[in-house]
């Protein structure tokens, strides 16, 4: 199996990105989000590890790399706690910056911001997953991944540094953190050019780890999902018609803002005013 791969191996219809290569340098993420997707397809998610070979075979297929956008990460978040000794995905960006191509960052750490020199040297972009800007709620439902305030200062560092940033409020969970006006707000003083959002889709072992740590708000939507929902592959989805709502005043907002807007695997195409991830901020190669 390559390292640096096609995204979206599933052919998802709703999938709306543009052509992209994506490349995971961890397998496994320690933040613990208990709203997590991947956990349900990837044995032993909690458990972050290296991967064998990792640099000597990516140094190797960078080299054919002919300015594609490759996206970091798409399954494991590239800046996980155990980063910050290993320095994995520093050393992947050092490679990288070598080679023709583009880089976009996918994260929900700070971390990211310490590497803002090797991305200040390509055309690179980074989007940030910031769910809420509740500290407090963060700390339950993203127990160990860093907190909203902490990724709010890394991505005004890393516009202060001049690398482009957009941010994903992702998932929206109806009566938790479906009106994140406040932080649209707060993002757009600071820079932020872009917002993607989605819906939170419930698989069984993301609902289970939800409903112990927020019985109350879980029992309220659950009528919600699983009487008036829709099963889209693995997943249970709110209402077509109550997604669309939330999202397109999220939209609304965001452009109030001004700021451009993309939803992810939603089936709403017209509700983007830019490209859905985002990579519409990054510079362009030399020539082009």
């Known amino acids: 199996m390559p390292l640096i791969s096609k995204f979206d191996p599933w052919r998802s219809g709703l999938c709306t990105c543009p052509p992209k290569l994506t490349f995971n340098p961890y397998t496994g993420c320690d933040h613990q989000c208990i709203y997590c997707y991947a956990s349900s397809y990837i044995p032993n998610f909690k458990d972050c590890r290296l991967k064998k070979d990792l640099l000597l075979t990516l140094r190797r297929e960078a080299a054919k790399l002919n300015g594609e956008t490759v996206s970091i990460a798409n399954s494991s978040d590239p800046y996980p706690r155990i980063e ?6 520093r050393r992947c960006l050092e490679i990288l910056v070598e080679s023709n191509c583009r880089i976009q960052i996918i994260t929900k750490s700070n971390v990211v911001a310490r590497d803002d020199d090797l991305l200040s040297k390509v055309p690179a972009t980074v989007a940030l997953t910031i769910t809420t800007d509740d500290d407090s709620l963060a700390k339950i439902i993203e127990p160990f991944a860093p907190l909203p305030s902490q990724r709010i200062k890394a991505t005004q560092d890393l ?14 969970i109806p009566n938790l953190n479906d009106n994140p006006k406040r932080l649209m707000a707060t993002l ?47 997943s249970t989805l709110l209402p077509k018609e109550y997604r669309y709502r939330i999202l397109k005043s999220i939209r609304e907002d965001a452009i109030v803002c001004g700021m451009q807007f993309g939803v992810c695997r939603e089936g709403f195409p017209q509700l983007n005013t830019a490209s859905c991830d985002g990579s519409w901020l990054l510079p362009k190669l030399d020539g082009e």
């Not at 910050?84 to 995905?89: A, F, I, P, R, V």
């Not at 516009?159 to 929206?172: F, T």
């Not at 959002?197 to 919600?224: C, F, G, R």
């Open 84 to 89: 910050t000794s290993e320095g994995l995905t």
């Open 159 to 172: 516009i202060n540094s001049g690398i482009p940033v957009s941010v994903r409020i992702d998932p929206i």
């Open 188 to 234: 757009a003083s600071i820079g932020v050019k872009h917002i993607t959002s989605s819906t939170y889709k419930a698989k069984p072992d993301n609902w289970h780890k939800l409903t112990q740590a927020l019985p109350q708000v879980m029992e309220k939507i659950k009528p919600l999902y699983f009487q008036q929902g829709e099963r889209v592959g693995g």
